[in-house]
Antibody, heavy 118, light 106 residues
């Protein structure tokens, strides 16, 4: 059974970079796409972006593309999210997930809350 | 950009009821539409993919239909564990989510 676990700081200062890692266990990261989705407190889900295991394909939400980078480390079976110039609007629960080639997310991490403080 | 409009935003129903949630796309998306269930404090769970395919382990009371711009998620007979928030999600080109439908006990 594939399992995903997010890790990283729960508190980020205004204007700094938000960095999270998702470690995949129970299966290989190779051969799949991997994505990040976030959910501000009390609100709906927002797609951030995804990457292919080779790192050759990246697709980002147009509203975030200037600030976001998603990368993959196949040697450690994990992938990462970097979001620069963080603001209070980036405060959210961040989920990592496996993306099927048909565009749906079939395995999810439990989520991690990141708060951007001023 | 393709916009996804989900309705209703909230819904009250009783155990045993048949419930339908609608997702409308601003342009033709063929069948590239997925549905998720989310309970408080938990990650979303995939229910239906590519409009009507039931994810492994999901009860058969859940079904999906539609094509083009209009899609529905139907729960044939509500069970206590089905009270949650439901989201539709576009597969291509951007993985846009609907605003969600909160299903509450009447």
């Amino acid at each position: 059974q594939v399992q995903l676990q997010e890790s990283g700081p729960g508190l980020v200062k205004f204007s700094e970079t938000l960095s999270l890692t998702c470690t995949v266990s129970g299966g290989s990261i190779s051969g799949y796409y991997w994505g990040w989705i976030r959910q501000p407190p009390g609100k709906g889900l927002e797609y951030i972006g995804y990457v292919h295991d080779t790192g050759s394909t990246n697709r980002y939400n147009p509203s975030l593309t200037s600030r976001v980078t998603i990368s993959v480390d196949t040697s450690r079976n994990r992938f990462s999210l970097r979001l620069t110039s963080a603001t209070a609007a980036d405060t959210a629960v961040y989920y990592c997930a496996r993306l099927d080639k048909n565009g749906y997310y079939d395995y999810w991490g439990q989520g991690t809350l990141v708060t951007v403080s001023s | 950009d393709i916009q996804m409009t989900q309705s209703p935003p909230s819904l009250s129903a009783s155990v045993g009821d048949r419930v339908t949630i609608t997702c409308r796309a601003s342009q033709n998306i063929n069948r590239y539409l997925n549905w998720y269930q989310q309970k408080p404090g938990k990650a979303p769970k995939l229910l239906i993919y590519v409009t009507s395919s039931l994810q492994s382990g999901v009860p058969s009371r859940f079904s999906g239909s539609g094509s083009g711009t209009d899609f529905t998620l139907t729960i044939s007979s509500l069970q206590p564990e089905d009270f949650a928030t439901y989201y539709c999600q576009l597969s291509y080109p951007i993985h846009t989510f609907g605003q969600g439908t909160k299903l509450e006990i009447k």
